[in-house]
């Protein structure tokens, strides 16, 4: 069974820095992986998908990679600013039952 | 622009009362879902629909039942609502392929049970 794990829980940093959220998954047999953005309340609004074929995906600041063979992705958000804080998931999906499985996500604080 | 649009937003309800949440995508949509997220465990599927009258039980279907008679339309119904059934539930939706497409997600029902 596909598991996603997600690091770190948690992360606050500054305003203007750069940073790298984590995504990693058991099962490299993936359709595709996407990453959502969850504001406190609502629900989940989609930033980038990558196919399996894909090695990256990029809008405006964020690029999202996919490393199939180490079960690996990571979102690097450029430039970060306050209004990034959210919540941020991945999900993958896996070949045969096309059910996507979610990672707990990261909480992300940008501080002025 | 794509929509997944949840009925209720929050809802309080009794122990032991049959609670029906509605939720609807127009974007023609084969695939749709239905999840419930609590702190700590992250979102947790409870029953998935490929396609009209299609339905499949996810990882905590224990408690719940869906109904999918119109393509843009899937329920989600607690048979008799009980207090570990306190929660945020998330609907979703996708275009049926070959799992490469994209989900979208409604805004979510928060969900009481006292």
């Known amino acids: 069974k596909q598991e996603v794990t997600q690091i770190p829980a948690a992360l606050s940093v500054p305003e203007g820095e750069n940073l790298v959220l984590n995504c990693s998954f058991t099962?490299?047999?993936?359709?595709?992986l996407q990453w959502f953005r969850q504001d406190p309340g609502k629900g989940l609004t989609s930033l980038l998908l990558?196919?399996?074929?894909?090695r990256e995906q990029t809008s405006g600041r964020l690029n999202a990679s996919l490393d199939k063979s180490s079960g690996r992705s990571t979102l690097y958000i450029a430039a970060s600013q306050p209004g990034d804080s959210a919540t941020y998931l991945c999900?993958?999906?896996?070949?045969?039952?096309?059910?996507?499985?979610f990672g707990r996500g990261t909480s992300l604080i940008v501080h002025p | 622009d794509v929509k997944v649009t949840q009925s209720s937003r929050y809802l309080v309800k009794r122990t032991g009362e049959k609670v029906f949440l509605e939720c609807v995508q127009d974007?023609?949509?084969?695939?749709m879902f239905w999840y419930r997220q609590d702190p700590g465990l992250g979102l947790r599927l409870i029953y998935f629909?490929?396609?009209?009258?299609?339905?499949e039980k996810g990882d905590i279907p224990e408690g719940y039942s869906v109904s999918r008679e119109k393509k843009e339309r899937f329920s989600l119904i607690l048979e008799s609502a009980s207090t570990n059934q306190t929660s945020m539930y998330l609907c979703?939706?996708?275009?049926?392929?070959?799992?490469?497409?994209?989900?979208?997600f409604g805004e979510g029902s928060w969900l009481t049970v006292v």
């Open positions: 979703a939706s996708r275009r049926q392929g070959d799992g490469g497409n994209t989900i979208y």
């Open positions: 099962d490299s047999a993936i359709y595709n």
């Open positions: 990558i196919q399996s074929s894909q």
């Open positions: 999900a993958v999906t896996t070949g045969g039952s096309y059910i996507p499985t």
């Open positions: 974007m023609d949509h084969e695939n």
């Open positions: 629909s490929y396609d009209v009258k299609m339905k």
